[in-house]
């Protein structure tokens, strides 16, 4: 037994972890979505055309690979048939003998929207910047014990229909105290109504499957959302997302035990971005910041929203892999930094006057980051397809990261096409 390959965000999230998902997918046998929901963004680029999944796994468009949505995933109903229409739409069907939803997964309900929506309102310049689609309250229903699964949308009517109005009651006394209308379970209920049949065949067990499917010696993916720093636990509290975003997760997520899960790669990108409010200690601003996003196209996926970008931050990226458990690094966007005439990266900050190497979260507001300066290269680089041909200059920035990081870099990407990688010598 290999043990599964785990694909995870080491920084904060939008780092390109679909594309590459979608590299590994060509062999795999299942590839799993594992935590988070609707908030989430993956970007392909196959022959020219750019899909974007939000919930669905990156393996969709690979006919061989099938695909599972754990039940660590809040999932927008709605949302999951839309995505598969436009699969179908683009000739990409996604059967339920390809697509399996877990009975545990948590249903992501309007009422969920309108609450994120209601207290980002009334937070004011506390607001920490959420995507509004409900994600937050979804998953403090399902700890609450109120939440409603996707078992108790393919059971028996009235089942669902007591959980619903319980929740319904006791989540609108929040958002009428917060200066929203209430809504109505019946309103939810005929909403559940309306996709109820259509996702029924798709709903079934998922953990014993995909721990049965490692036993098995097949080859399975896990497919993280958003980035490590993001984790509600260990990330930049509270500017965080609801679930855990690291290797960890993948256990608690999907219902397997540690021993199956074998290398975990983190996902960086060659410099940093980041989404919403939160501590970002080599943040640009003015014309380089500008130039940058409009290089890497840095606008949420999910959103469309801009991204705040940097410069690559080593100290962060020394915890994510802490935090993420991470055996290898892929590197993506490396084609974008061609043109600049310098690159650089954070190797320490200064904090309170004391130099420090590594990351602690709970102190980036005051991290003063200290560069090492790079060459640049060319856009060129973007054509390049071998480690070798590329720059001098650029393998010595790939080189530094690694070291300071002590993983190894096993792909580079330069850029959206799926042919756009480089895979690296080993160390």
């Not at 660590?72 to 059967?95: I, K, N, Q, Y």
Request: aromatic share 4%; proline share 5%; with cysteine.
């Amino acid at each position: 037994m290999r043990g599964a390959k785990v694909v995870v965000g080491a920084q904060w999230g939008d780092e390109g972890k679909g594309k590459i998902v979608d590299h590994f997918a060509r062999s795999a046998d299942w590839v799993v979505r594992y935590q988070g929901g609707a908030n989430a963004g993956h970007t392909l680029v196959v022959d020219g055309r750019k899909t974007v999944l939000h919930l669905i796994p990156s393996g969709a468009l690979h006919p061989k690979a099938r695909c599972a949505i754990a039940a660590g995933c809040v999932v927008d109903p709605e949302g999951l048939l839309a995505e598969l229409d436009a699969l179908e739409a683009a000739g990409a069907p996604l059967t339920p003998e390809r697509l399996r939803v877990s009975e545990r997964a948590h249903l992501v309900l309007s009422i969920h929207r309108h609450l994120d929506v209601a207290r980002e309102a009334a937070a004011g310049a506390a607001a920490i910047g959420t995507t509004g689609r409900g994600i937050g309250p979804a998953y403090e229903d399902a700890v609450g014990r109120r939440g409603v699964r996707f078992a108790e949308l393919v059971g028996p009517a009235s089942a669902l229909a007591d959980r619903v109005e319980r929740l319904v009651a006791e989540r609108n006394l929040l958002l009428v105290g917060l200066g929203a209308a209430p809504v109505s379970a019946a309103a939810v209920l005929a909403e559940l109504a309306a996709v109820r049949e259509r996702l029924a065949p798709y709903v079934g067990p998922v953990g014993a499957v995909i721990a049965a499917a490692i036993e098995g010696d097949e080859t399975v993916i896990f497919e993280g959302a958003q980035g490590v720093l993001l984790d509600c636990l260990h990330g930049t509290y509270p500017f965080v997302t609801s679930s855990s975003t690291g290797a960890g997760g993948v256990c608690t997520g999907t219902g397997i035990g540690p021993r199956l899960v074998g290398e975990v790669l983190g996902v960086t990108k060659a410099y940093a971005t980041r989404v919403g409010a939160g501590p970002f200690p080599t943040e640009l601003n003015g014309a380089l910041e500008a130039r940058l996003r409009a290089a890497g196209g840095e606008f949420g996926a999910t959103t469309g929203r801009p991204r705040r970008c940097g410069w690559l931050d080593l100290p962060a990226l020394r915890t994510a892999a802490r935090l993420g458990g991470l055996t290898g690094l892929v590197v993506t966007k490396l084609d974008v930094l061609g043109g600049f005439d310098e690159v650089r990266m954070a190797t320490g900050y200064r904090v309170n006057g004391q130099v420090v190497e590594d990351a602690d979260v709970g102190t980036l507001a005051d991290a003063e980051p200290i560069y090492e300066v790079f060459a640049g290269w060319g856009p060129e680089v973007g054509q390049v397809r071998h480690y070798l041909d590329l720059p001098a200059s650029a393998r010595h920035f790939l080189e530094r990261l690694s070291a300071a990081v002590e993983l190894p870099i096993e792909l580079v990407s330069v850029g959206p096409e799926r042919d756009a990688i480089i895979a690296c010598p080993p160390r």
